[in-house]
């Protein structure tokens, strides 16, 4: 069911249920975070490995508090700048968080959502959400709740009707190392914003062969086409049988309609908002083959360019020797 009832959604969730959730960034797939078999509930829906950590998601810093042991002054000056919003921090937590959420590890992603409806289900609860992206392993993050009925309509009783993401893309996700902050996600808050509260940060979304954040595993974010990122590529093909995911320009020799265009104005906000939803349209294009056109590397440009280049990766196989 799509609704934006509420008291269904906090019965359903009380009962150790599985819902989607809309935030500003993805749909969330949600369940209590302190509930471990409501939460193993998420890694079968989603066919998601156990090694695979969650994020949980709260309404408040002071209640965030009740289960990370700090806030580094650093964490604690993203937060208060950014939250509610596209940010998730990896902190140090606190026992009540049970091991699968965690997959183990000894800190907790954590993030306030900036959705109305999802703030006030937070604040309506006696529990953390544990919410992964609310898609099958490895496939696109939905942004709206008719992406998240397509793929998991049949197994989840309840979709909470946010209508479309207004971010679009997924959060970016900071950790620390003592006093350094590490990006280990791109995502909907840019570098450039981090860096101006504080200061250096490096990223490193390659971390190890254990990733700590396997939103970078390289293949992820893969509609069924292929898409690649060099123009070269497609040339070898038939016209008819190429399409194009583009910023704002159409590309010459390529049929108008299968190109789609992710912001004609050139707006990375909106680019972002939509890129996912077209990334799902390639599906329906009669073609064989998607060029995408790269972003230029600034602001929102770069996790859209990850997003692409994770999405192409699948091709990259099957046309490289
Ligand atoms: O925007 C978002 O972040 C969305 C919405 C629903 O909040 N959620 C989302 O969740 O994208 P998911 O599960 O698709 O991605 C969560 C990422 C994973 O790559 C996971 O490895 C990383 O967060 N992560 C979770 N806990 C971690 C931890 N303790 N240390 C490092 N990375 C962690
Ligand atoms: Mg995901």
Redesign the pocket.
Known sequence: MISDNLSNAIKLLNEGNLIAIP?E????LAANAFDPVAVSKIFEVKNRPKF????V?SYSIEKIKEFVISFPEKSLLLAETFWPG?L?L?LKKKNIIPDIV?SG?D???V?I?NHPLTLKLLSMLDFPLA???ANPFGYV?PTEPKHVQAQLGDKIPFILNGGKCKVGI??T?V?FEGEKAII??L??LSVEDIKEVIGKVKINLHSSSN??????LDKHYSPNKTIVLDLEVIKSFEKSDVGAIVFSDLIENIPIENQLVLSKNRDYSEAARNLFSILRETENLAVKIIYAELLPEEGLGRPINDRLRRASVKSKLSHDK
């Open positions: 935030t960034t993805v749909y969330g695979d950590p969650l994020i998601h596209p998730t990896i965690t590890l800190s907790v992603a993030r959502p919410a992964p992206s993050s997924e959060s996700i950790g280990y996600r995502g909907g990733p700590l954040a396997p939103g970078q």
